[in-house]
């Protein structure tokens, strides 16, 4: 049964530090997402790889949030500084053809 | 882009009721349109989806029905369980040649023995 998986499951840090969020894909997808889901804002479509190559990572905000794709197995979202409002659940997703249809089960992190 | 609206929640039911959770959208053309289920502590899974005007997407006792005239994907159970709450998601397509989807706000659905 092929998941999507994410580590670490839960990140508590101080605010000021990095974070560095890992997702392995299913195997043979050639699209993965990065979501953030908070109460206030819902879900928050952050950036996408397709096939590797980083289309869009319009969600994020440029000066602290790094997203890359090393390998077709690997995806990492990166934090530095981190701030307490981003504090969040962080998901990645993969798929085939732009639709996420698989989602891990995320990355809890607290920012004090 | 486009956008989804779906019913605040949370919705409370007893086992065996009936369920609607409503969801409309705005668009541009008429893309696919998805429901997700997310259980508590976990991500979301693709629950159905429906490709074009008056498809019936369905899954474990889950059905909508894209309809065009009224921009509507709601979902239906005739028979809810426990195990069916969760927090269940209406999703389009972002639109503007991106890919991703956007996601409605999320009905938490509870179901009482």
């Known amino acids: 049964d092929a998941r999507v998986t994410q580590t670490p499951r839960d990140k508590v840090t101080e605010m000021g530090q990095e974070v560095t969020m890992r997702c392995q894909p299913i195997?043979?997808?050639?699209?993965v997402f990065w979501y953030r889901q908070t109460m206030m804002q819902g879900l928050e479509l952050l950036a996408y790889?397709?096939?590797?190559?980083?289309?869009?990572d319009s969600g994020m905000p440029k000066d602290r949030f790094s997203a890359e794709m090393p390998d077709a197995t690997l995806a990492t979202l990166k934090i530095q500084p981190s701030e307490p409002r981003d504090s969040a659940v962080y998901f990645c997703?993969?798929?085939?053809?732009?639709?996420?249809?698989?989602f891990g089960p995320g990355t809890r992190l607290t920012v004090l | 882009g486009n956008s989804v609206t779906q019913m605040e929640g949370p919705v409370t039911l007893s086992e065996e009721a009936f369920l609607t959770i409503n969801c409309t959208y705005t668009?541009?053309?008429?893309?696919?349109l998805f429901w997700y289920v997310q259980y508590p502590g976990e991500g979301l899974q693709l629950l159905l989806k429906?490709?074009?005007?008056?498809d019936k997407g369905s899954n474990k006792g889950f059905e909508a029905t894209y309809r065009k005239e009224t921009t509507s994907f709601h979902l239906e159970k005739g028979s809810v369980q426990v195990s069916d709450s969760a927090v269940y998601f209406c999703?389009?397509?972002?639109?503007?040649?991106?890919?991703?989807?956007?996601f409605g706000k999320g009905t938490h659905l509870i179901i009482q023995p």
């Open positions: 997703a993969s798929g085939f053809r732009g639709l996420a249809e698989f």
């Open positions: 195997l043979g997808h050639n699209t």
């Open positions: 790889f397709r096939n590797r190559a980083p289309l869009d």
């Open positions: 668009a541009t053309g008429y893309p696919s």
């Open positions: 429906a490709t074009k005007a008056d």
């Open positions: 999703a389009l397509p972002s639109g503007g040649g991106a890919d991703g989807l956007t």
